[in-house]
């Protein structure tokens, strides 16, 4: 099985199209899977991407489209009318259909809807179109097979086989009351060993794990989880089946949360590609480098402080640039490991002082080693007297236990007040370190050399 598109393919779409040799071109992809079809699409300029589009199947295309990075899947999106779009969206499942809507302008989005002749898939959409995109609601795709429990087992058969013509895989058969309201699930060994006039009443499992429509993506991908679950139904208010989530869009879900804390921790406040214009990147990243800039000003202040105690003993402003980063590494230390518990779920109730105590502790250990590193060090290099040698190894133990309180304290207050806590584990760390550990150091420094 081939894994990746060569270069001579690549360079033999691009000639086929040029050539508008339609009949070869469609030859040549013809067996050419959907994501491989996104990977050419992705290789070929605007104008030759938008052509092979129009070219090949809805069927084929709106598979391909999904596979596509956001920007381009947006660039191509503009090129196509509305009654394209409506095309491509038909061939798609009603999740995927509204992550391709919440792309497009409101205006726009009417425009589609109305050209969607298939009007259940269009009401669908709208729908999930009704919900915010991390939620369950925004997650879940309307697809799915579900049986009452008043039917018969050879009712339920012929009915499954009408519903199973519109549903890509079938992970679940859910069973709902006359008000569709879910009772439970139906186990297909359970459906064809029963006799054909039982009725589902009698065989159905009621255990079923499911989620409402307004719980948050991140505990549905904790629930999928933890129980091993392929799908999870999802009710409303009222306890109606309305959707199911299968485990492909919780992945998709899990990905796109790791690259946005990804960009978090790294200081950019937004979403964005390698390929989106100067003023969207700019404006992601200028915010914390703005932050980063009023930290270092913040340090130059407290230095400026102690000029006088830097006339007397230089060798101090040789070890600011240890202090900094010691206490920025830490810090991002402590509030990864506490990001990463918060976001797993395994950080809650007394855990929460455990976890402090743990890290206090561990910075505890870490601070008296490298101090005696640096303490040795500091008297043999840079020969530093005693004192001096004593006030930058307590300094670093101090800063070190900060930097770990820090890291792990915030974390917790920002997740408690509904703030993402993957915003402290990049700049906004480093740069309060950056200040504490500084004022904390020449501090230490003060009582120990008494200046």
């Known amino acids: 099985m081939q894994f990746q598109i060569s270069t001579e393919l690549i360079e033999k779409i691009q000639f086929l199209i040029e050539q508008r040799n339609d009949e070869e071109l469609l030859l040549h992809l013809e067996d050419v899977h959907h994501a491989d079809i996104a990977e050419i699409i992705t290789e070929l300029s605007l104008d030759d991407a938008t052509y092979l589009v129009r070219l090949l199947d809805s069927g084929k295309t709106s598979e391909a489209i999904m596979e596509l990075e956001e920007g381009v899947r947006e660039r191509i999106l503009e090129t196509l009318s509305a009654k394209e779009i409506a095309d491509e969206l038909v061939e798609m ?19 589609v809807i109305s050209e969607i002749q298939d009007e259940q898939h269009a009401e669908d959409i709208v729908e999930l179109l009704r919900y915010p995109e991390d939620s369950a609601g925004g997650l879940m795709a309307k697809e799915l097979v579900k049986v009452n429990e008043n039917w018969s087992v050879t009712g339920c058969m012929t009915e499954m086989r009408a519903q199973a013509e519109n549903v890509t895989r079938v992970h679940s058969i859910y069973v709902v009351d006359d008000k569709n309201r879910l009772k439970g699930r139906l186990s297909l060994k359970d459906l064809l060993t029963a006799a054909s006039n039982e009725n589902i009443r009698d065989v159905y499992i009621p255990n079923v794990d499911y989620v409402n429509v307004h719980t948050e993506g991140e505990e549905v991908a904790r629930i999928m989880q933890k129980y091993d ?5 999802v009710i409303d208010e009222m306890g109606r089946l309305v959707g199911r989530i299968t485990i492909d869009d919780i992945v998709d879900f899990i990905k796109e949360e790791a690259e946005r804390d990804y960009q978090m921790a790294a200081g950019i406040s937004e979403g964005v590609e390698a390929d989106d214009n100067i003023f969207k990147q700019t404006r992601a990243r200028l915010p914390w480098l703005l932050i980063g800039m009023f930290g ?39 509030s990864a490991i506490v990001v990463q518990g918060l976001a797993n779920g395994s950080l809650k109730g007394n855990i929460i002082a455990k976890r402090l105590l743990k890290e206090t502790s561990l910075a505890l250990v870490n601070g008296i080693s490298i101090a005696m590193i640096v303490f040795i060090i500091s008297s043999v290099w840079f020969d530093t007297s005693y004192m001096e040698s004593l006030s930058i190894g307590v300094a670093l133990i101090s800063v070190i236990l900060l930097a770990a309180m820090i890291g792990t304290v915030i974390p917790i207050v920002l997740d408690k007040n509904n703030i993402d806590p993957a915003v402290a584990t990049g700049p906004f760390i480093t740069t309060s370190n950056d200040v504490f550990g500084i004022l904390t150091y020449f501090l230490i420094a003060k009582v120990i050399l008494g200046f």
């Open 93 to 111: 499942d009603t999740d995927d259909a509204a992550d391709i809507m919440n792309e497009l302008s409101p205006e726009l989005q009417k425009q």
């Open 296 to 334: 270092g000003l913040g340090a130059a202040g407290i230095i400026s402080g102690f000029q006088g105690a830097m006339a007397v003993f230089p060798k101090l402003l040789l070890f600011v640039p240890l202090i900094q980063a010691t206490a920025g590494n830490v810090g991002v230390q402590s």
């Open 229 to 233: 679950l392929e799908a999870i139904p």
